[in-house]
């Protein structure tokens, strides 16, 4: 699970680098989602709206930036794994070919994530396994939802 935690960590940092370098813009991506989407609606109305495209080319980058030092680190995996999982779900929604099959690349990223979450894989080699040591957590035992 290290090993796969890693290999996340990377792309999601890579992925998340690659787009604040790169002059990144998710207009042409929302504006254009198959009209079978279950989201096209939405992702249209997001598109159309200029003050949330700016939010969006700001949130999409940084958040993968985020998790990806965050898996890297084997810190708050749980809550990295499930901003990435989301974020694969949105993405999945937003490039619907499911004509071509059901499962693509975005569909088996959200699955890889969400094992990553349920098997705690920040507990092995990671900065959760000292935090959930520490007395704040001890203090507040929800907050191992987010560690692990």
């Known amino acids: 699970m290290v090993g796969l935690r890693l290999v996340m960590g990377w792309v999601m940092l890579s992925a998340g680098w690659g787009k604040f370098t790169g002059g990144f813009s998710t207009y042409g991506c929302l504006s254009n989602v198959d009209p079978a989407s279950p989201a096209s609606g939405v992702f249209g ?7 949330m495209m ?10 993968q930036i985020l998790i990806g030092l965050a898996l890297l680190a084997g810190l708050f995996v749980r809550l990295a794994v499930f901003g ?10 937003g ?15 959200a699955a890889v994530f969400l094992a990553l979450g349920a ?30």
């Open 45 to 51: 109305a997001m598109a159309e709206n200029a003050a």
């Open 54 to 63: 700016v939010a969006v080319d700001a949130i999409v980058p940084a958040t």
């Open 84 to 93: 990435a999982a989301t974020q694969m779900v949105l993405f999945y929604l």
């Open 95 to 109: 490039s619907w070919h499911v004509a071509g099959g059901a499962v693509n690349d975005q569909f088996v990223y």
């Open 119 to 148: 098997f705690a894989a920040g507990r092995v080699l990671g900065a959760d396994r000292y935090l959930e040591e520490h007395s704040l957590v001890e203090r507040f035992p929800s907050l191992r939802y987010l560690l692990g």
